[in-house]
């Protein structure tokens, strides 16, 4: 079956620097990324949507500066949360589809980011 | 836009018995996909079980299957036999044209 690695599981980091989260499908061409923020006990809020060779578009609220997405390969997107503060601590999630069907498949998730910001 | 709603919060089953998790959902849209995704304390995201909007059939997964009305625009997941192992959380998720909705999420207790 579809699975997607995220990298890393969980990382700790100080205020003011950057943390890089990768997102890869590993067998299969991911056409299409998406980037979730879930905190405890919540549901995921959608954060952006990332199409290969392209830019992503991000939901209303989400500071575009801040989180910097790459989709640049079918197979790798990455998260960039720049100038890290206590307040973007959190789990963050991707989840990838080949396009098929739109989604009619359902999304493969990977296993999710636990940022912590110090 | 689409709208997914989850009114149970919590839950609780005794090992074995069967338990129903609901969902219900807003949408203008004909066609379109339900699914239920697991959450265990993994947090691993997990797909239990799909369901296309324009079959009338509810789908079936082993111990899980679901009740899908259309009209009432309602799609609950019942667990029979349930196990320790499915303690998680649960979400109802509404996709549409590549674009997705989640739940709020039902957590699910199974006690032995």
């Known amino acids: 079956g579809a699975v997607v690695s995220q990298h890393p599981s969980w990382v700790i980091c100080k205020s003011g620097t950057s943390v890089k989260i990768e997102c890869r499908s590993l067998?299969?061409?991911?056409?299409?990324m998406f980037w979730y923020r879930q905190f405890p006990k919540q549901s995921l809020m959608l954060m952006a949507t990332?199409?290969?060779?392209?830019?992503?578009?991000?939901e209303q609220g989400v500071e575009k500066d801040k989180f910097l997405i790459n989709h640049a390969s079918l197979t790798l997107s990455t998260l960039t949360v720049t100038s890290a503060h206590p307040e973007d601590s959190s789990f963050y999630i991707c989840s990838a589809t080949n396009g098929a069907g739109q989604g009619a498949y359902g999304y493969t998730f990977g296993s999710g980011t636990r940022l912590t910001v110090v | 836009a689409q709208t997914v709603t989850q009114s149970q919060p919590e839950m609780s089953v005794q090992e074995a018995e069967t338990v129903t998790l609901s969902c219900t959902y807003d949408?203008?849209?004909?066609?379109?996909?339900l699914f239920w995704y697991k959450q265990p304390p993994s947090r691993q995201m997990i797909l239990v079980i799909r369901?296309?909007?324009?079959?009338?059939q509810n789908a079936t997964e082993n111990r899980f299957s679901v009740n899908f009305q259309k009209a009432a625009k309602s799609f609950s997941l019942k667990i029979s036999d349930s196990q320790l192992g499915d303690t998680a959380m649960y979400f109802c998720?509404?996709?549409?044209?590549?674009?997705?909705?989640f739940g709020d999420g039902t957590t699910l207790t199974v006690k032995p």
């Open positions: 369901q296309e909007a324009y079959k009338q």
């Open positions: 990332s199409n290969e060779g392209s830019k992503a578009t991000y």
């Open positions: 949408t203008s849209e004909s066609n379109y996909y």
């Open positions: 067998d299969f061409q991911a056409t299409t």
């Open positions: 998720a509404f996709i549409n044209a590549g674009k997705s909705t």
